[in-house]
């Protein structure tokens, strides 16, 4: 049984570039959630989809955006980088989209010289 | 603004004995509160939970206590072994509507265990 994976495993962007990270949920979880660490803090909700629609957004501007497939799985984008986006950016996925124990993936680490 | 917050950023105890790691959370809407253990080079890892119905739950090694009158979480870890050493990140998640699931998480306690 495949837990969440996630691809690109480490990138390196500059700034003003477009990423695009994707994430493949836990099989049978049809919940998606995206959360940035940055480098001695806690994850950050970025946003969180559900039937293939954003449910719910946290504290990040409209450069974050992201996307959901039939298959439930997910990609995120962010669009002209900034050195402050430089961060493990983690994937979660659960079963519905208000309970469940949260997995999470082993993250995308992206560095923008 | 409404956040959760750890008293203390690291931590060290001899091999054997036990932990406790605590957590202060101040939105008393919060009604699920999780903690999470992260490796280097890793994801977070679930650990335990608790409801805000319940004041303690126990799991293998592991008791997490929620005292909401005060507003504080703790995570006690029985005969702390070496491969316990990571990050210890409480979490809380916070009801803002119909269909939210947002988890807030703390800044991060560090455990190292020494031999």
């Known amino acids: 049984d495949a837990g969440v994976t996630q691809s690109p495993t480490h990138l390196i962007k500059t700034r003003g570039q477009q990423v695009t990270l994707r994430c493949s949920p836990k099989?049978?979880?049809?919940?998606v959630s995206w959360y940035q660490q940055a480098l001695g803090q806690g994850p950050q909700f970025i946003f969180q989809?559900?039937?293939?629609?954003?449910?719910q957004r946290g504290n990040f501007p409209d450069r974050f955006s992201g996307h959901q497939f039939p298959n439930y799985s997910s990609e995120l984008n962010v669009n002209a980088l900034l050195l402050g986006d430089s961060a493990l950016y983690l994937c979660?996925?659960?079963?519905?989209?208000?309970?469940?124990?949260?997995?999470f993936g082993e993250g995308s680490r992206l560095t923008v010289l | 603004g409404e956040s959760v917050g750890l008293h203390l950023p690291t931590l060290s105890v001899q091999e054997g004995d036990n932990s406790i790691i605590n957590c202060a959370y101040s939105?008393?809407?919060?009604?699920?509160f999780i903690w999470y253990k992260q490796e280097s080079g890793k994801g977070p890892q679930f650990i335990i939970d608790?409801?805000?119905?319940?004041d303690k739950r126990q799991g293998q090694r592991v008791t997490v206590l929620l005292n909401k009158t005060v507003k504080h979480l703790s995570l006690q870890i029985a005969a702390t072994q070496p491969g316990d050493s990571a990050v210890y990140f409480c979490?809380?998640?916070?009801?803002?509507?119909?269909?939210?699931?947002?988890?807030?998480f703390g800044k991060g306690t560090k455990l190292s265990v020494i031999p």
């Open positions: 989809y559900y039937e293939e629609e954003e449910r």
């Open positions: 979490a809380e998640n916070s009801h803002s509507g119909a269909g939210s699931y947002q988890l807030t």
């Open positions: 099989s049978g979880h049809d919940t």
């Open positions: 979660a996925s659960r079963l519905g989209a208000n309970t469940g124990e949260l997995f």
């Open positions: 939105n008393s809407a919060s009604d699920y």
């Open positions: 608790i409801r805000s119905n319940m």
